[in-house]
């Protein structure tokens, strides 16, 4: 061998380690193979997102832009079941995640703040599973929730001890509880999909899943990277806006893109929901189909 086959041997050697030692090259990897062709987009609405006035209103557009689940908050759930109940009867759609609602939080201090938690969360997992719902997302503790436990691993601990009590009650109701990480301007406990995750993992209970959020994801260092963290067995629900402002998808076109995210989705082979969480800034007839067939044209990208 010459020099400089020597150097060109070299050069692509060093490449390829690179390559794998990134922590893409490595999640590559490791990810499924699976057909990405298999693997469908299944979109979900928030209560507030489709026009209408009415229940059946909402649902008759949702139906017609071929939306699959409805994502409404649990208090909302719990006041309006049977409505919710009676307009999904002989409907392509299903209630994917319930949006919080509970009363209190899990992490608070005060006792009778945390037992207005305990009692209002088990009633909202009662109705999720009664309807089928895939969980009720859950965020262990605001910035502004205080008295807060501190940010110990003691505190840790406690939170995998409290999760897997409500991870067991939510699996007898058949459904489970789900971890959103958040922003740091709104959450100091949790704010990575990665550390909702190692949770999930400790507290070993098939009821406590966690989920993404690409609004609250800008802090991630990779859309892609943040759903492979979580993978398959812990990704239970995705949150989708747009990352310019938080409303509807492709408002902000610069910065409206969610391909890599879709495409760790892809390998996966996450089957569960991608769920506007967002307001909007215009005409929502217009703006809410643009807003799907951007997703749909970049999940078929991915």
């Known amino acids: 061998m010459d020099r400089r086959d020597f150097f060109k041997t070299s050069l692509l050697g060093a490449g390829a380690v690179a390559a794998a030692s990134s922590p893409l090259g490595l999640l590559s990897g490791c990810a499924p193979k699976a057909k990405k062709s298999d693997v469908k987009l299944h ?4 209560h507030g997102t489709p026009p209408g006035e009415s229940l059946a209103e909402k649902f008759d557009y949702m139906e017609k832009l071929g939306i ?11 006041s309006h079941y049977n409505e919710i109940e009676q307009n999904l009867r002989g409907r392509d759609i299903k209630v994917s995640a319930i949006c919080a609602g509970f009363d209190g939080f899990i992490l608070a201090e005060d006792p009778a703040v945390k037992a207005a938690f305990d009692s209002s969360m088990r009633e909202i997992i009662d109705a999720a599973g009664q309807i089928g719902s895939v969980g009720v997302i859950m965020v262990p503790a605001f910035n502004g929730q205080k008295p807060c436990l501190p940010h110990t691993m003691e505190t840790r601990d406690y939170l995998v ?9 939510a699996l007898q109701h058949g459904t489970t509880v789900i971890l959103e990480p958040l922003n740091r301007k709104e959450a100091f406990y949790l704010r990575q999909v990665a550390d909702a995750a190692a949770i999930c993992r400790d507290v070993q209970c098939e009821g406590v899943k966690c989920m993404g959020d690409f609004w609250h994801m800008k802090e991630e260092t990779s859309d892609y990277a943040a759903f492979m963290a979580a993978g398959w067995g812990y990704l ?5 806006a747009s990352k310019g402002d938080r409303t509807m998808p492709g408002e902000f076109p610069d910065t409206d893109t969610y391909v890599q995210g879709f495409r760790a989705l892809k390998e996966i082979h996450y089957e569960h929901f991608v769920s506007f969480e967002c307001g909007c800034g ?16 970049q999940w078929a990208e991915a």
């Open 282 to 297: 215009g005409d929502r007839e217009v703006l809410v189909p643009a807003a799907v067939q951007l997703l749909r044209d």
């Open 236 to 240: 239970r629900h995705v949150h989708i």
């Open 68 to 78: 699959e689940g409805y994502e409404p908050g649990g208090k909302y759930l719990l």
């Open 43 to 46: 979109l979900s609405f928030q």
């Open 161 to 169: 001890a409290q999760l897997r009590e409500l991870g067991q009650y």
